[in-house]
Every structure is written in structure tokens, then in C-alpha cells.
């Protein structure tokens, strides 16, 4: 049971390259999220998923798209890469809400865009 | 909407000294809390939460918490704390339903114990 993996883990970028982060969960949960987390501001939520096949907005969603086609899977795209997005990107899924479960976390992509 | 604060940037103990870190909150309805820790390089590990029932919560690694509604708190607190603590600390708030899924994060506050 890997729980929630990150490919990459580190990514260098150029200004207007584009780039996919994978998520992957095994834990069967039904809602993924993605965050990115910069000093002094805690995770922002990205996107975030509450089944297959649907993604919604987060707070910051703008230079960015996912895509939900597996349960297992949540991906996360910059199609234009900016300075601004330079941060780390945090992947993270929970079972249903009716326990108030608690999230559970990948181990990070760390993204740098020159 | 559901928000939390976390008032310290930075708190520095010494090893077996107690350990507290601050969280205060503003929600509409009855709050669910929750604590996460952040060791360097890795991914946000749950440690505890607060969701109704005793107002002192256990948790992992010999963390707990303490629910305070008048003073709309939920502070962390260690008794005893180690070198192995050092991390960074996240207090959150689930938001409300039909969206209580959401977790809405403070700033962080970054823990030192030194030996």
C-alpha cells in the first residue's frame, strides 16, 4: 500500500514550457486535491476532485488544468509556465465526507520555473 | 467562509520543555479541526483531529490538542518535547457542507526543539 505517490519529484522549467504532475492514489478514495504550498501562505487548493471524470476549481486554479479519467489518477498540467509558479505542488486524496476524514498526502513536486 | 490563524511563525523550545503551537479559528456552524505536520522535504502527515465530543484530543507521536469554543481555539500542545519534533506545524478547518470535503490550511509555524 504506497498510499498517495508524486511523479516527479523535482522539475526545472523555462518560461512557457508545459508540464504534467502525476498523482496516483491506492487507497480507493473517491476525492483528490491538489495544493501548492509557498512560504508564509500555507496549501492553496489548485484543483480538486470529487469522482471520476469530474474536476472543479480551487482557490488559485488560474495556469493550470487537471484531468480525472481513472479514480486512481489526478493530473495536474501547466500548459505555459510562468515564474509565478514556482512552488511546491502537494497531491492529496480522502474517502467519502460523512467521517470527516482527514486528508492524506503525497511527498511533493518541487517545481522551478526560470 | 471557514477560515483558521495560526499567530506564531516560528516557536523554539528546548528538548523536554512543552511544547505548544497556537491555532485559532472563525467558522460558521460547528467547527472540524484538524492538525497536520510537515518534517523537511516530505508530505503533510495527519496528526490529530477535532470533530465533536472531549475537548482534549490525542493524537500521534504524543501529540494532543485542546478544543476551546469560548476563546475559539485549538492549540496544540506536547508535553514533553524532542528534537525529532522539529517540523512545520499546519492547523485546518473542513470547509462547510455540501463542500465539507475542502480543508481550508493556516500559514504554518515552524517548530525548533533544540537539544
Known amino acids: 500500500n504506497a498510499g498517495v505517490t508524486q511523479t516527479p519529484k523535482f522539475r526545472v522549467l523555462k518560461t512557457g514550457q508545459s508540464m504534467t504532475l502525476l498523482c496516483a492514489q491506492d487507497m480507493n478514495h473517491e476525492y483528490m486535491y491538489w495544493y501548492r504550498q509557498d512560504p508564509g501562505m500555507g496549501l492553496r487548493l489548485i484543483h480538486y476532485s470529487v469522482g471520476e471524470g469530474t474536476t472543479a476549481k480551487g482557490e488559485v486554479p488560474d495556469g493550470y488544468n487537471v484531468s480525472r479519467l481513472k479514480k486512481q489518477n489526478f493530473l495536474l498540467g501547466l500548459e505555459s509556465a510562468a515564474p509565478s509558479q514556482t512552488s511546491v505542488y502537494f497531491c492529496?486524496?480522502?474517502?467519502?465526507?460523512?467521517?470527516?476524514?482527514?486528508?492524506?498526502f503525497g511527498p511533493g513536486t518541487r517545481l522551478t520555473v526560470l | 467562509a471557514q477560515s483558521v490563524a495560526q499567530p506564531e511563525d516560528q516557536v523554539n523550545v528546548a528538548e523536554g520543555n512543552p511544547l505548544t503551537v497556537k491555532c485559532t479559528y472563525s467558522v460558521s456552524g460547528n467547527p472540524y479541526l484538524f492538525w497536520y505536520v510537515q518534517y523537511p522535504n516530505r508530505g503533510l502527515q495527519f496528526l490529530l483531529k477535532y470533530i465533536t465530543g472531549d475537548n482534549l484530543v490525542k493524537g500521534s507521536y504524543g501529540f494532543e490538542a485542546e478544543f476551546n469554543k469560548s476563546q475559539t481555539s485549538f492549540h496544540l500542545k506536547k508535553p514533553s518535547a524532542l528534537v525529532s519534533d522539529s517540523a512545520l506545524y499546519f492547523c485546518a478547518v473542513r470547509d462547510l457542507p455540501p463542500n465539507d470535503y475542502k480543508l481550508s490550511f493556516g500559514a504554518g509555524t515552524t517548530v525548533t526543539v533544540r537539544a
Open positions: 492529496a486524496s480522502s474517502p467519502l465526507a460523512g467521517d470527516y476524514n482527514e486528508q492524506f
